[in-house]
């Protein structure tokens, strides 16, 4: 089944291309607010913590209703219906955000646009490893995070070109009523409808998942996906594989309930703490307070936006080596070589602003974890929680995990200007180091290595029926 000759590549990479293009938007959307937040802030007149914090974390709260909705509604109504509700979403709120006259609006579209990112995050892995052959998985579902990359990159290679330099020791009303403040800050945003439009278009193109097609009751229609995916022969192997998961009555249904089984809690557990240490190790907040982080180590606000995207090529360069590695190496290794780095890392970051120690080697500090981030965590959770969940509850169960990282995501962005204000980034950033230690005890004892098999094989090792 997995000779890969047999195997029509540039189908299956057209199709994992266009559902990928949810994951670009998300890291677009997801990080264009750092580099903009100098400018909207000043424009908003955002002065307290609380404000500050709402603004950046205001559409974590659209992305835990997006991810909580995605799993019963891709279940019922199908993952390519969902996405392309996803992309609508980001076209019109790319638009409308930078359009936005008060933060009321701002906040409310904010939101919306993290719908968007919360439908898109779950559907456009769980899509791709439901259509991708098992071989393969890996490096096709490592793709979306390749998107994501590819988004965080362009919003803030954006970013740093619409944004004219700020003069050092410029004031807060310089700023406000300089060009960023006034209208730069609009364009970055709206710069996300081009491509938001595009994946709205191109998602009519793609066909349903093949395993959803099965799920619920069109066999006929999954056959014919997965013909174009490997041939006749793979057809038929994966579809009797398929149905040997799916029990009697329970095509076509779809119950939350179900994950409370005994033989699925074990997993949901594995997949919740995947997701909430994704986040909680810390590396996100480089994306939305860079300016906070990089203005500690001595840098100015030009600068800063430099080194945004100095982070992000990195982001992209070591996404690309994931990708490689990933189906070769496995998800395990590069899940605890990550954790065990990122520690460190961390823990230098800390110990270099406990003592007052500011310039390039903070830069360099940061690129390395980003690094390490970009290799494993950034990735291998995704493909993990696209695979290790059974086909009659993946979508309800990534629904969950994907609710509980978002969830992750939210106290994290909102509480570091607390924790950076209270305890100082060093303490702060120690805090993400010994959170990295505790993921690499329980990636160690509890996640088991996934590569090379088929989802019904990984479902028939993980799930006690």
């Not at 949810?22 to 990080?31: E, K, N, P």
């Not at 998602?203 to 999954?222: C, D, H, I, T």
């Not at 192997?237 to 779809?254: F, K, M, P, Y």
């Not at 993946?394 to 509480?415: D, E, Q």
Request: charged share 15%.
């Amino acid at each position: 089944m997995d000779e890969r000759p047999a195997y029509n590549m540039r189908y299956i990479w057209g199709v994992t291309l266009v559902s990928a293009m949810g994951g670009l938007l998300f890291g677009y959307d997801w990080v264009v607010i750092g580099g903009a937040k100098p400018f909207y802030e000043k424009f908003f007149n955002l002065t307290t913590p609380s404000q500050i914090g709402w603004a950046m974390s205001s559409a974590l709260i659209g992305c835990l209703v997006g991810a909580l909705v995605s799993g019963g509604l891709s279940d019922r109504f199908g993952r390519k219906k969902l996405l392309i509700l996803a992309a609508f979403l980001f076209t019109v709120t790319g638009i409308l955000t930078a359009l936005a006259p008060s933060f009321s609006i701002f906040i409310t579209n904010r939101l919306l646009g993290g719908v968007a990112i919360g439908l898109a995050s779950n559907l456009s892995p769980m899509y791709i490893a439901e259509i991708s052959p098992a071989s393969m998985r890996g490096r096709f579902v490592s793709v979306n995070q390749l998107t994501i990359v590819i988004g965080i990159l362009a919003a803030q290679l954006t970013n740093w070109l619409i944004a004219k330099p700020v003069p050092a020791g410029a004031t807060a009303a310089n700023i406000l009523a300089s060009w960023n403040g006034q209208a730069g800050w609009r364009w970055m945003f709206g710069a996300e409808a081009v491509p938001a439009f595009l994946f709205f278009l191109l998602m009519f193109l793609v066909p349903e998942s093949p395993r959803w097609l099965v799920k619920n009751g069109r066999a006929e229609e999954a056959g014919r996906v997965l013909a174009k995916v490997g041939g006749q022969g793979f057809a038929a192997e994966a579809l009797a594989d398929i149905r040997s998961t799916l029990a009697a009555g329970e095509i076509g249904r779809v119950r939350f309930r179900d994950l409370l089984e005994p033989g699925l809690t074990g997993v949901l557990v594995i997949g919740i703490a995947l997701a909430v240490y994704q986040q909680w190790c810390g590396i996100n907040v480089i994306f939305n307070y860079a300016q906070e982080i990089f203005t500690a180590a001595g840098y100015g606000v030009s600068d800063v936006l430099f080194n945004i995207v100095v982070t992000g090529a990195v982001n992209l360069i070591f996404t690309l080596v994931a990708i490689r590695l990933v189906d070769r190496l496995g998800r395990k290794p590069l899940m605890l070589a990550g954790s065990a780095g990122l520690a460190v890392a961390f823990g230098l970051i800390g110990a270099s602003y406990a003592v007052h120690s500011r310039g390039v080697h903070i830069l360099l500090l940061v690129l390395i974890a980003m690094a390490l981030y970009a290799l494993s965590l950034a990735p291998v959770t995704w493909v993990i929680l696209s695979e290790i969940f059974p086909n009659r509850i993946r979508g309800a169960a990534m629904s969950v995990s994907t609710f509980a990282l978002w969830s992750a995501c939210f106290v994290l962005t909102y509480s570091f200007p607390h924790l950076n204000k209270g305890l100082g980034p060093a303490g702060t950033f120690w805090i993400y180091a010994g959170i990295s230690v505790l993921g690499f005890f329980f990636i160690k004892s509890r996640v088991r290595e996934t590569k090379g098999k088929t989802l019904e094989q990984i479902e028939r090792e993980l799930v006690a029926r």
